[in-house]
């Protein structure tokens, strides 16, 4: 399976074409142009016998809701027996997103609830990291799990049913402040860092625009000055998106998943010259216990007695040799030719690493 999947992965990398040209739009994003971040607490009612059994935190919520309403129970009423479940509410608040846009939000049991299946949110707030109200959140969750619980106690459930969603429910009450009219200068972030990449997409504004308005500050960022203006800023970012930039090579990375034997290897890693030899050691051990019989009229007993035969081999594999440089399909044909399993594989890398010759990054997930 994993020769397989090193030739594959050699014969693309080998058909493969100089880097292609990406656009400015896919390699980041500019300051302060970005998705917020929003919570709530709130009740869901309307639940058939599988919320909150005398959840303490659910039962204050009730009489939160109810009081609203002018409603005061009497003491020892339980309201959320059952038929009630406490639960959270995120949302995420889009970029320049105005009062009166709706958001879809995920609500999820808080407690003891098995299901939300069926339930109906009451109207909560969702505050932002600053505290503040920013949307408000209700209506019918949709729920693509199942709980089903008898009377022995046995359960089934099918994906999770104490998790679901509600498409467009919550609407915006107030925008976020980005700073985006006014601010000195616009800032793009790269996505991951490249000083190359920066300074590429710094030229490419320079000469799509006909002046010297960009420049790159570090391998993340390159700020841009543009006079103030919404209406300005807005038509120079849709141009400047839409530029199409080179990016640098990626740095040379080899990629082992530990847990799955998965191993990538890019396209810019190299060997320097070595000499690699990997063997395999085999312990058998078989166990052929024997029954030892007395000789007759002698009154003794027959017993067993143990017979085990201990067998180690060890594979012959051959030495092979990495030349200078060594790209990724000479790496290749030099693994499958000792026919490495993944484990054997990590080891080959994690030494080579050790002995310098690996001109790559080893990352281990």
Not at 239 to 259: C, F, L, Y
């Amino acid at each position: 399976m994993l020769s397989r999947f090193l030739i594959a992965l050699a014969a693309l990398l080998a058909l493969a074409t100089p880097a292609q040209a990406t656009r400015i739009k896919d390699l980041g994003a500019f300051q302060s142009v970005r998705p917020n971040q929003l919570v709530g607490y709130g009740i869901v009612v309307g639940l058939a016998g599988t919320g909150d059994d005398n959840l303490e935190y659910a039962t204050q919520g009730m009489n939160g809701v109810a009081s609203r309403f002018g409603l005061t129970l009497p003491p020892g009423v339980n309201p959320a027996l059952k038929n009630a479940a406490a639960v959270m509410i995120t949302a995420e608040l889009p970029a320049f997103a105005r009062p009166g846009q709706r958001l879809d939000i995920t609500v999820s049991a808080m407690g003891r609830a098995r299901s939300l299946r069926g339930g109906t949110l009451i109207m909560s707030p969702l505050r932002g990291a600053d505290n503040q109200i920013y949307a408000m959140a209700q209506g019918n969750l949709a729920v693509g799990g199942l709980g089903v619980s008898a009377q022995d106690g046995s359960q089934v459930s099918v994906n999770v049913p104490s998790s679901g969603r509600i498409p467009g429910g919550a609407t915006v009450e107030r925008a976020v402040e980005t700073g985006f009219a006014d601010a000195p200068r616009l800032t793009f972030n790269l996505a991951e860092s490249d000083f190359t990449t920066a300074q590429r997409i710094a030229q490419a504004i320079n000469s799509e625009v006909g002046q010297p308005i960009a420049r790159a500050v570090d391998g993340v960022s390159v700020a841009i000055e543009v006079a103030p203006g919404a209406e300005i800023r807005t038509a120079l970012m849709s141009r400047i998106e839409n530029i199409e930039v080179e990016p640098a090579d990626a740095p040379a990375r080899v990629i082992v998943n530990a847990r799955t034997g998965t191993v990538v290897i890019n396209g810019a890693v190299r060997i320097r010259p070595a000499a690699v030899s990997h063997g395999r050691l085999t312990v058998a051990v078989r166990e052929d216990p024997r029954a030892s019989q007395p000789r007759p009229l002698s009154r003794g007993q027959t017993v067993v007695v143990p017979n085990s035969e201990i067998e180690v081999t060890e594979d012959r594999t051959r030495m092979f040799n990495f030349a200078p440089g060594a790209s990724l399909s000479e790496i290749v044909r030099a693994v499958n030719a000792i026919g490495a399993a993944p484990s054997d594989l990590v080891a080959i890398l994690e030494a080579l690493k050790q002995a310098g010759a690996l001109r790559a990054e080893l990352i281990i997930l």
